[in-house]
């Protein structure tokens, strides 16, 4: 296997990137796996230089972002009712029936606060029309976006690559001047597909021809899911293979028109200037394409093929791959986070690399094999194989029948779904051949569909397995890299890597479940409640779920589910649901049918009373799957849990019918040796004032504080009882109840306590081994 020296920058660029995070181990371990493939010394020294740069670039490009951000959230206080003016930014995209636009704004008033120039705002709106490099006005409900930051699904770098620190719906939109640029025709151009999709196509398969023409997301649910777990969703994305078809074609049409020039064919070869012109269809195809990071990419690689075409150069594939990554990295200081930029060139790198080896197996195993399925076998098992590790990372399970189902649906896809919607998109002028593509493609995407849907509900037709850590990463990667290097005979290098992998697992595992320390984690969900209790024996609880009504945001699948994944958490002893409203519940909803739960602690207000269908299923479905669910009636008083004191405070013995759910919240104190923390749910002015009645069973290290810094919680007299060091504020930077309240913050402070506020840090942990405690953030 040949390793072009612009992989090794090029990796260890994107590497350097994803250290600008967090932990510095991606970018050594590239540069392990470049020493590792017997990169030259001049080599190393620029893949480190180039790592170094691109972490420091990654670095300021992260702490501008959170700068802008707090600037933004600042000036604006809480979500307002703003005009502005200003420049749309960035490709309009349409999901569920709305469009989405990245303002840059120019000037604005608001009802409250203010709004800087220069500050980048996405807006939801039903302006079709709009372009990039249009100016328009607006008015608009908008707030800070929320990051999202905690310790295992860290969502700050995403942001940052985005740049947009405020959001909203916009409830009024004008046209004031038109952009004239390329970008903008190219988004009338991106427009005007849309709306003739939308107008030809079943409503069945339109998401799925505007995923294949203009890289647009809006699929349902069930859907996206059947495309995942069957291993296909790569068809629907905007790829290598869609900038070569389009492109391609480009290159062959014009091609065939210079030759008709018998003066321009003697003088020169006609199929260079066709490669010269292809270089700009293949940066602009690509961002009519959506302008995804796998796209620009495969813009990249074609545009170096064509350039050396051009020149009368040999082109080589490999080189050109290793230029696309550094060009990504170069261009874009966060192009690592890109996860479809990462997957595009793993996919690749795994075709160049990999499946000329799958290939010469499978003859010596099956000559009689037609060839044609040898190469698909081959290509789709490597490139999945190299993909595999990222897609795990995001919890997703690897589908056994991937393989088949490529073998079947690939061809479809690939030689009829996509020429044919591609197609369908420019033969507007003439409608009836316009509409028979349309039935062409749409009947190639039922198809496709179909095999996805067929294949996703075999029962354990997907391996759900925990996402690799950092560390195992690093493993996998030098493991590979010795092997192909031929470092060691191949049977020890597996041997030694497998060992490894196994030692991570255990490490991880112990850091994750740590024994004789009490830890808790306050997740930053947003404007609800959130935390994960890691037991002294190794056991955990999870208390709330956060969740917000009417918002895409679902802390279950996007904080509680992965992290529990990455701690290796396929338990939880005891889920407790502090009371039934939706900020506390709806993340739970998604979340527990994911792990075992062994006792659901809730005070049955819910069921009493009635709080919806969500919760009414949430708790059944516990029940179904053989959770035990406990109310106050058994739970009040002292319980030993997991090397812990679990004390339930409150409402004991039952809840008072009828009253306020938050008056009603479950309080629990938990500890351990002589530290402990309190929670209290949203416990407001009546519920305090009942917990008074035994002030010595209030006092604690740590208080999570009631109903978000409600002023009509946290009074004087009961954080005198309960005398905490610290005060953890579970709010959001997008709520509209003005919390943490003031009056609230400043008891605190008179108190001499230290409040703790997850819209302003992230997550928040604590950890005590019962003497000595810490606060981690």
Not at 278 to 293: H, L, M, Q
């Amino acid at each position: 296997m040949r390793i072009d020296s612009t992989w090794i920058i090029g990796g260890v660029a994107l590497a350097g990137q994803r250290a600008s995070s967090g932990s510095p181990t991606p970018l050594l371990a590239a540069l392990a796996v470049a020493w590792t493939l017997r990169a030259s010394r001049s080599q190393l020294a620029a893949a480190a230089l180039a790592g170094v740069l691109a972490w420091g670039g990654g670095k300021r490009a992260v702490g501008a972002f959170e700068a802008a951000h707090a600037r933004a959230r600042d000036a604006l206080g809480a979500p307002a009712r703003c005009e502005l003016r200003g420049a749309v930014a960035s490709s309009p995209t349409r999901r569920a029936g709305v469009m989405s636009l990245e303002v840059r704004v120019d000037a604005a008033s608001c009802d409250h606060g203010a709004i800087a120039a220069g500050t980048r705002a996405r807006v939801f709106s039903d302006a079709g029309w709009a372009a990039r490099g249009d100016e328009i006005e607006l008015v608009a409900d908008l707030a800070p976006v929320e990051l999202s930051r905690n310790p295992d699904v860290d969502g700050l770098p995403s942001r940052a690559r985005r740049g947009v620190t405020l959001s909203g719906r916009a409830l009024d939109a004008r046209l004031v001047a038109p952009g004239r640029g390329v970008t903008s025709w190219i988004d009338r151009a991106r427009a005007h597909v849309r709306a003739r999709i939308l107008a030809v196509y079943p409503a069945r398969t339109a998401p799925l021809a505007r995923a294949l023409v203009l890289g647009e997301e809006d699929l349902d649910q069930g859907e996206d899911e059947a495309w995942k777990l069957s291993g296909l969703s790569h068809l629907l994305a905007v790829s290598g293979s869609h900038l070569a078809v389009v492109v391609l074609t480009c290159f062959a049409a014009a091609t065939a028109a210079l030759r008709r020039s018998a003066a321009l064919a003697r003088r020169t070869d006609p199929s260079r200037w066709a490669a010269a012109a292809g270089v700009p269809i293949a940066f602009a195809y690509a961002d009519f394409a959506g302008a995804s990071g796998s796209a620009r990419r495969a813009a990249w690689l074609l545009a170096v093929v064509l350039l050396a075409r051009a020149l009368g150069r040999r082109p080589d594939a490999a080189r050109a791959l290793g230029l696309s990554l550094i060009a990504a990295a170069a261009l874009d200081p966060l192009a690592g986070f890109d996860v479809s930029l990462v997957l595009s060139a793993l996919a690749t790198l795994g075709l160049l690399v990999g499946a000329p080896s799958i290939a010469a197996w499978l003859l010596r195993v099956a000559p009689r094999a037609p060839e044609s399925a040898r190469i698909a076998v081959a290509a789709t098992g490597a490139a999945t194989a190299a993909c595999t590790p990222l897609l795990l990372c995001f919890g997703a399970p690897v589908p056994l029948g991937g393989v088949a189902a490529n073998l079947v649906a690939g061809p479809i896809g690939e030689l009829v779904a996509l020429p044919a919607s591609l197609a369908s998109a420019v033969a507007w002028p003439l409608g009836a051949l316009e509409r028979g593509l349309a039935l062409l493609a749409s009947g190639a995407l039922l198809a496709t569909s179909g095999v996805a849907h067929a294949v996703s509900s075999v029962p354990h037709g997907a391996l759900a397995l925990p996402p690799p850590s950092v560390a195992q990463l690093s493993v996998a990667a030098l493991g590979v890299a010795a092997a192909a290097a031929r470092r060691a005979p191949a049977s020890v290098v597996a041997a030694c890597t497998v060992a490894a992998l196994l030692l991570a697992e255990i490490a991880g595992t112990r850091a994750a479940a740590p024994r004789g320390l009490l830890r808790v984690t306050f997740f930053d969900v947003g404007q609800g409640d959130a935390a994960l209790v890691d037991l002294p024996d190794g056991s955990a609880m999870l208390i709330d779920g956060g969740g917000q009504v009417g918002s895409t945001f679902d802390p279950g699948r996007a904080v509680l589910t992965p992290t529990l994944r990455a701690r290796r958490r396929g338990e939880l002893d005891v889920v407790v649901l502090s009371h039934p409203h939706p900020d506390h519940f709806l993340g739970l909803a998604s979340t527990l049918p994911q792990v075992r739960v062994r006792e659901l602690w809730d005070t049955g207000q819910g069921e009493r009373e009635g709080a919806g269908e969500t919760y009414a299923a949430l708790v059944d479905g516990a029940r179904r799957r053989g959770a035990r669910v406990r109310r106050p009636d058994s739970l009040c008083g002292a319980h030993q849990l997991g090397g812990a004191v679990v004390e339930v405070l409150a409402p004991c013995p039952e809840i008072t019918p009828f009253a306020n759910a938050n008056d009603n919240s479950l309080v629990l104190r938990v500890s351990l040796g002589r530290r402990r923390v309190l929670f209290v749910g949203d416990a407001e002015a009546e519920e305090e004032r009942a917990l008074l009645a035994r002030p010595a069973t209030l006092r604690a290290d740590v208080l999570k504080v009631g109903h978000h810094g409600s002023r009509t919680s946290t009074s004087p007299a009961f954080l005198a009882a309960v005398s905490p060091t610290w005060a953890v504020l579970s709010t959001g930077v997008r709520n509209r109840f003005g919390h943490p309240h003031p009056t609230t913050l400043s008891t605190l402070g008179r108190a001499g306590v230290q409040a703790l506020r997850t819209d302003r840090g992230g997550a928040i942990t604590w950890e005590t081994d019962g003497d000595e405690q810490r606060i981690l953030r």
